[in-house]
């Protein structure tokens, strides 16, 4: 009986010790703290967004609070394989998209996440500027990964995808991945830097080092692969 009691009192002990380790985290590396757009991007990003997918209340409050402007979507029909799925259509963040981008609610916020704490900060210490415009290929479209005929439906068949290519400067001046990715200068660090952010964000991320595909965009979408090339 001495030996159950005293493993009951270490095990409470390892407990209190442990939350006490982690209430004390910041709130962008503790996963049970409110996640904010002002939160810098850290090791619970990616898990609180990945959350949203079955909060959907959640997901709409912090696009609110954020003061993200946005437009809900209806559901598509559940037993189709295209269609929207706890969807916006993002109306305004903190950059223009060449393109309207109709997404799921939790992989907006991942990108008004990713604009505020890692495309503007990152976009300024390069360039002492921040971009006029993302440049997109666009979000929702209803095809299997790679137009193939066969095979699973892409995540942009229930816009939880986006792709990026690229950034509009004020002076005219445009930084694309498939120029400048691996071109040894600011540009393709400054890229690669976005991407290094993207991956404590996104569920996955794709780009020029994943494959020929995917050479002149990012492809960010909220499926909880782990992949981040």
Not at 92 to 100: C, G, K
Not at 166 to 178: C, K, M, N, Y
Not at 208 to 226: I, R
Request: net charge negative; proline share 4%; charged share 20%.
């Amino acid at each position: 009986m001495k030996k159950w009691i005293s493993l009951f009192v270490w095990c409470a002990v390892s407990a209190s010790v442990i939350w006490l380790v982690v209430d004390r985290l910041p709130p962008q590396h503790n996963p049970f703290t409110h996640i904010a757009i002002d939160h810098p991007i850290g090791f619970a990003t990616g898990s609180k967004l990945a959350r949203m997918s079955t909060d959907r209340q959640q997901c709409i409050d912090f696009l609110d609070e954020s003061d993200i402007e946005y437009t809900r979507l209806d559901d598509g029909d559940p037993e189709e394989a295209c269609g929207f799925r706890n969807a916006v259509t993002l109306d305004q963040s903190d950059f223009p998209y060449s393109a309207t981008l109709s997404m799921s609610c939790p992989l907006t916020s991942g990108l008004a996440i990713w604009e505020r704490q890692s495309l503007g900060p990152i976009a300024e210490e390069f360039f002492g500027e921040v971009p006029v415009e993302i440049r997109t290929f666009g979000s929702y479209s209803c095809r299997r990964i790679y137009g193939r005929q066969t095979g699973r439906y892409s995540e942009h068949a229930t816009g939880n995808a986006v792709d990026i290519e690229g950034f509009l400067f004020a002076d005219g001046r445009t930084i694309t991945l498939l120029e400048h990715w691996d071109n040894g200068e600011e540009e393709g660090e400054f890229l690669q830097a976005l991407r290094n952010d993207a991956c404590q964000v996104f569920g996955t991320v794709l780009g020029p080092e994943y494959n020929d595909a995917h050479a002149n965009h990012f492809h960010f979408d909220m499926s909880q692969t782990g992949i981040c090339s």
